[in-house]
């Protein structure tokens, strides 16, 4: 075991967290019982972090023709682009040290890719990317990213590993 483990950031409803929209989690115990005995785990939860609550309404992604907007389901005028970018530039900030992150898979806050994005003739496609996640990978372009679902594959679960510790040679110096 590390003394001074290497920092993976997780979406918190990963952990165990009822911090999805509904109130319920995704928790991978995988995460919390093996992952965190080599690493220091940092939860975090863009939507939690900017008030939305728990229970909360859905927001999705949406193409307003000129750029992607995370806005209400039930109410287009709840827009939310601005307090989730903002809070991932705040992230990049706040935690330099990061040297990988395990994301929720398909959130219009937190998904990687293939998120659904609603176009301007009213059809969704898989061809987004989280709000939260791409103002990150803007400051950190090259932070070892996985989704949850990649995580459970041994195989891509390995790569992301040998990722994190190649990133951390470079960060932590």
């Not at 900030?93 to 994301?103: Q, S, T, V």
Request: hydrophobic share 35%.
């Amino acid at each position: 075991m590390r003394i001074n483990k290497i920092k993976v950031a997780v979406s918190s409803c990963l952990l165990g967290e009822a911090v999805r929209y509904d109130g319920t989690d995704k928790h991978i115990k995988y995460i919390t019982q093996v992952l965190s005995l080599n690493y220091n785990l940092i939860s975090l939860c863009p939507e939690m972090a900017v008030g939305m609550g728990v229970p909360r309404p859905p927001i999705h992604l949406v193409d307003d023709g000129s750029s992607i907007q995370a806005v209400g389901l039930d109410n287009p005028e709840c827009n939310m682009t601005k307090p989730i970018t903002q809070y991932g530039n705040e992230f990049a900030e706040a935690y330099p040290d990061i040297c990988g992150y395990i994301f929720k898979k398909n959130s219009p806050s937190c998904g990687f890719e293939d998120v659904k994005v609603l176009n301007t003739h009213g059809q969704y496609e898989r061809k987004g990317q989280g709000i939260y996640i791409a103002a990150i990978l803007k400051s950190l372009p090259s932070l070892p990213v996985i989704d949850e679902e990649d995580f459970l594959d041994a195989r891509l679960r390995d790569e992301f590993f040998l990722d994190i510790d190649e990133y951390s040679k470079k960060v932590l110096l």
